[in-house]
């Protein structure tokens, strides 16, 4: 059910280097229809309808998407002005005190929820089953976080360490990603969920938390909302865990299971949700010959492309690129990017 004082904040200004060579500089990961027919940022938008209005709905993302952004939302009828056009990239505290600031003056009721615009959740009904609760916990004033209950011993993500309280999960501590022995003890310790990038709470509650911990970005924003051109260079580049939630003392966290997560940081995590053939392989293009190969994605468009005898290995086939590397390598996609032999034409 919709409800008029829930906002949705929509963070799309992200570059998706570790989805190279299919996600390029100016058609980053969020606007590539990966998993069907609709982009993942459609997918987003799509997936939060049942419960905010369109006129609820901001989306901060670079001037140089603005073009893409206005092309994909047109079927969601998404007023014009809550569309924040960063000059340039700061990181999501920057990003979120802005929005925030903008929602407050328009409704000082507001709660909002801020999601990336780039993850997959399969199952949508149990989604929204879990942000009406962590919608019901932001209401207390907490800044609420989703936790997704790890399902194996994962090195990619964050992680955050809770204590059960009366009302709710209290956020001790945010880890940053784990080395594999440590990801393993967290797997056994049930007060351990991997940090989801979503959080849930009042547009006053997180501005409190801004003018507290992070004053200049507050006092910029809050004050200068009609001259982002002029005070958005005096921003720092920094992340809301780091400059707000890792210091914050009323940080609550919402347990998720069961609604098909994944923040498609990498090759490797798309395979792990889509359906393997029963050799363990999975190849997404148009003409693909195997022989012999086990646990390989092989991810193609129309030119034919043959494997023999591979295991374990990505395959990524773009018209002008072909990345291929180890499945748990291919977070390190990114480091490719920045290596000063890399041909800048293939950004």
Not at 69 to 76: D, E, G, Y
Not at 93 to 104: D, Q, T, V
Request: hydrophobic share 40%; with cysteine; glycine share 4%.
């Amino acid at each position: 059910m919709k409800n008029k004082n829930l906002y949705a904040v929509i963070l799309a200004g992200g570059s998706g280097t570790r989805f190279w060579p299919m996600s390029r500089k100016l058609k980053p990961k969020q606007f590539l229809n990966i998993t069907g027919e609709m982009t993942l940022f459609q997918e987003t938008l799509k997936r939060i309808l049942p419960m905010v209005f369109a006129e609820n709905i901001f989306i901060v993302t670079g001037k140089i998407y603005q073009k893409k952004v206005f092309q994909q939302t047109r079927l969601f009828k998404i007023p014009a002005k809550n569309f924040l056009l960063e000059p340039q990239g700061k990181n999501t505290a920057p990003a979120i005190c802005w929005a925030a600031s903008k929602i407050y003056k328009m409704n000082p009721q507001a709660v909002m929820a801020v999601f990336p615009s780039d993850h997959l959740i399969l199952n949508e009904k149990r989604f929204l089953h879990v942000l009406q609760k962590a919608v019901n916990l932001a209401r207390k004033n907490y800044l609420v976080t989703l936790g997704i209950v790890p399902t194996r011993p994962e090195t990619g993500y964050g992680y955050l360490k809770t204590v059960q309280e009366k009302e709710m999960l209290r956020v001790e501590k945010f880890i940053e990603k784990p080395s594999l022995s440590k990801a393993r003890k967290f797997l056994e310790n049930k007060n351990y969920f991997w940090n989801s990038g979503m959080f849930i709470w009042k547009a006053e509650t997180i501005l409190e938390n801004f003018c507290q911990y992070l004053p200049k970005v507050y006092e910029l924003l809050t004050q200068n909302s009609s001259q982002i051109q002029k005070v958005w260079p005096q921003l720092p580049s920094i992340s809301v865990d780091y400059a707000i939630l890792e210091k914050a003392k009323n940080v609550a966290a919402v347990a998720v299971s069961d609604i098909g997560w994944s923040d498609l940081g990498s090759w490797q995590s798309l395979t792990k949700i889509l359906t393997p053939d029963k050799h363990g392989n999975i190849f997404k293009s148009q003409n693909v010959i195997n022989l012999d190969c086990k646990d390989t994605f092989v991810w193609g468009e129309k030119r034919l492309i043959s494997v023999i005898g591979l295991e374990g290995l990505c395959v990524i086939d773009t018209p002008d690129a072909l990345l291929v590397c180890r499945k748990e390598a291919s977070q390190r996609v990114k480091e490719i990017l920045s290596q000063p032999s890399f041909p800048p034409v293939f950004l």
